[in-house]
């Protein structure tokens, strides 16, 4: 009998760790931007954001720019959600040390060439603003739709650094935007847990999306800094639905978005794209239901 219970015990501590997966951060969004799992409340920017059926309505008009919002402006269309400075950081310094998934469920209503549908580092004018940042700036970006023309307009998950290139996902020539008036789930998945410059990898639906690639060079996603030394403020741009750049602000209906400080796998991603954005996988109190009656039968067994 005390085996049995031993194994139900560590069981029960087994569905306490996979049920949370390492999520710290969770928006559903029913009718604000709180985080139900830790602390990091966003704060609704702007006058075109509303609440409906569990999504946050992000209804931006054409020829509204992420600049528009510099240096504290409220224009009087346009809307995006600010979360906690560190809150990308603090994710990627926590569990898994150097990993961070970004998770989403989103409805694009229109597509915009290098809208950004989350976004986290500093720009070039560094907090609140959207002045861009060439190689000198921290910073991540998933965007729905890039403006690359001919060699194809599609999603691409980006990462800036410091002397070099950007790091990014995408699939050139394939026209792979993301969907619009379809609800798509969207997992981008960063992992220096092995050392820098580290992996992002991307899951659309269930499938992976593009080739993992590198990570831009000199970013730590744990500090959010790069070697230059004005970065050093780190990812003081915590944005749904604004970019680090000036371009447009993204014009969507996002369902969920979650945090981990832990690098989803395609299984995990498969698994929360099955439960939708609803629930999560699987639930604490049904994982324990289960384990009870296990050790139930086993003690019925040993009578």
Not at 1 to 8: E, H, I, T
Request: hydrophobic share 40%; proline share 4%.
């Amino acid at each position: 009998m005390r085996r049995q219970l031993l194994a139900a015990t560590c069981m029960v501590a087994l569905c306490a760790t996979t049920a949370s997966a390492a999520l710290v951060h969770r928006y559903s969004f029913d009718s604000d931007a709180s985080d139900s799992v830790g602390s990091a409340d966003g704060v609704v920017m702007g006058n075109t954001a509303s609440f409906a059926g569990g999504q946050i309505v992000l209804d931006n008009p054409n020829g509204v720019g992420s600049g528009d919002f510099n240096n504290g402006n409220i224009p009087a269309t346009g809307a995006f959600v600010d979360f906690p400075n560190g809150l990308f950081s603090g994710a990627a310094a926590a569990g898994q040390y150097g990993a961070v998934t970004v998770e989403l469920w989103v409805t694009m209503d229109t597509n915009r060439d290098w809208s950004a549908l989350f976004s986290a580092g500093t720009s070039s004018a560094l907090e609140g603003n959207s002045a861009g940042g060439n190689d000198h700036f921290p910073y991540m970006q998933i965007i729905p739709r890039t403006g690359d023309g001919g060699d194809g307009n599609d999603l691409r998950v980006t990462t800036n650094g410091v002397a070099g290139p950007e790091g990014f996902v995408d699939e050139p020539g394939d026209g792979a935007d993301l969907l619009v008036g379809v609800q798509e789930h969207i997992v981008a998945v960063f992992d220096q847990s092995g050392g820098l410059p580290g992996t992002i990898t991307v899951y659309r639906n269930g499938v992976q999306y593009g080739n993992t690639a590198g990570i831009a060079a000199n970013l730590d996603l744990a500090a959010m800094a790069t070697a230059f030394p004005v970065t050093t403020a780190g990812d003081v741009n915590v944005w749904l639905g604004r970019s680090q750049w000036p371009d447009a602000l993204v014009d969507a209906s996002v369902n969920e978005l979650r945090i981990y400080s832990h690098a989803l796998t395609l299984n995990e991603a498969v698994q929360n794209g099955n439960f939708g954005p609803n629930s999560l996988t699987p639930e604490p109190a049904t994982c324990v239901l289960a384990v009870m009656g296990l050790a139930g039968i086993a003690w019925r067994r040993r009578r």
